[in-house]
Each structure stands twice: as structure tokens, then as C-alpha cells.
DNA sequence: TTGAAATATGAACAAACATTCATATAATTG
DNA sequence: CAATTATATGAATGTTTGTTCATATTTCAA
């Protein structure tokens, strides 16, 4: 039998849920899903505005989907765990269906 | 290589995330998850309003995340298919790390 | 140190959304 | 039919949120 989860479960999944359900994040966590990558080539390969991939990545970075490191003036983007993999992979199955 | 899902799939995947991606949503997808329930018996157990249950019910319908079935004056509401319990499984699993 | 390149931040605004309250519809029973 | 139970619908509202524009910060090179 699967209970409905405590408050704070349901608290935590709802926040990772928001915050994936978004398009211009999505494209970013694809782009990011193989390999990191630095702010700039997101920008190219998401196609949005450099203001707006600047404050998604923000709001990804805070609910920890995405881990950052530094190198000289860039800031390279990479998946934070597999789960958001597992995540994208059972999204996109549902969606091609 | 995971290459950005074309606009279609991401839409619908946008979509599939921002339905899943409530409170009062979430606990009554797993209200229904073992087995269909009328509207009645998911109000009581998900513990909001009838009315608020109604509306999200329709949400929930309209993004065919649920289904449903008549007996008498009673709807029966069940999860549309297995991707949402597959769905859920993974962002639960995330959540309670 | 001046300039340029890369990234972040803040304000502003329209659009979307969750919830409530009141009311409507549908089915059943007396 | 009248009354009751079960569910749906619509309007109203306060809040959240995605996006843009303008500006700030950081790092490095000349």
C-alpha cells in the first residue's frame, strides 16, 4: 500500500516538480545532462536571453538540480545527482507516448 | 548523446511537470494510486476542500494524468497510467535523501 | 588602470495559478 | 415531485512566477 507521504515529503517533491516544470529549464538540464558546461555555451544552445538563462540557473542552483565550479571567468553547469536524470528519462518517455 | 528534446516533447513534458508539480495534486495522486476512489473518499483522505478537490480533479483530468468512471452518482477517479507511478517513485526517492 | 568578456542581480510587469465562496447540475430515494 | 447526496462550475482574488531591461560585479589581459 503506498501512503500519501508526510508534509514535508510532499513539500520537497512538489519543490523539485516547480522547478523542473519549466521550458527554459528544462532545455538547460539537457544541456547540461552529458557534459557541464559554461554559462555562455548554455546560452547558445538554449537559445534564451542571457538575463533569463542567468536567473534560471539560479533558481536550479538554489533547489540543487545543478552544481557549479569556476574556471577563470566562466562558471561551468553540470547535473547535481542521477536522480534528475531518472527524472528527465520517465518525463520524456510519458511525453513521447 | 542527450540532445534537447524537440518543442513538442518538451512542451508536453512542461506540461506533465506543472500539473504534477502541486500539493493538493500530488496527495491525490497517491490517494488513487492503489486503487480507484470516488471524489467523496478523496476528500476525506486528502483533507481539502470539495471543492478544491473538484477543481484539481479537473486539472488532473484534463493533462490525462487521471481517469475516470461512473457508478450512480459517484465518479471514480484512478491514475491514467503507470508513467505517473513511475513518475512519482522517482521524485519520492529524490525527496526523501 | 582601463577595457572587455562573462556572469549575476534587481526592479517592473503581465500572465498564470491555487484557493475560496456561492451556485449549479445530476442522480437517487421517499 | 421534493429532498438529499455527490460532483462540477464560475467568478473573484491574492500570490507566485517567467521574462525583459538596465545595471552591477568579477576576472583577466593589454
Known amino acids: 500500500m503506498s501512503e500519501i507521504p508526510n508534509e514535508k515529503i510532499l513539500t520537497k517533491m512538489e519543490e523539485l516538480l516547480?522547478?523542473?516544470?519549466?521550458?527554459?529549464?528544462?532545455?538547460?538540464l539537457y544541456?547540461?545532462?552529458d557534459?557541464?558546461?559554461?554559462?555562455?555555451?548554455?546560452?547558445?544552445?538554449?537559445?534564451?536571453?542571457?538575463s533569463?538563462?542567468?536567473?534560471q540557473l539560479k533558481v536550479l542552483k538554489?533547489?540543487?538540480?545543478?552544481a557549479t565550479h569556476k574556471e577563470g571567468t566562466k562558471v561551468f553547469y553540470k547535473l547535481a545527482d542521477e536522480h534528475v536524470n531518472?527524472?528527465?528519462?520517465?518525463?520524456?518517455?510519458h511525453a513521447e507516448e
Chains 1, 2 share one sequence.
Not at 558546461?37 to 536571453?49: F, H, L, N, Y
Not at 531518472?86 to 518517455?93: D, K, T
Open 35 to 50: 557534459e557541464d558546461k559554461s554559462v555562455s555555451t548554455i546560452i547558445e544552445e538554449v537559445g534564451a536571453s542571457q
Open 52 to 55: 533569463l538563462v542567468s536567473h
Open 31 to 33: 544541456a547540461i545532462m
Open 18 to 28: 516547480n522547478v523542473a516544470s519549466d521550458y527554459t529549464r528544462l532545455k538547460i
Open 86 to 93: 531518472s527524472l528527465l528519462r520517465v518525463v520524456q518517455q
Open 62 to 66: 538554489k533547489a540543487n538540480l545543478v
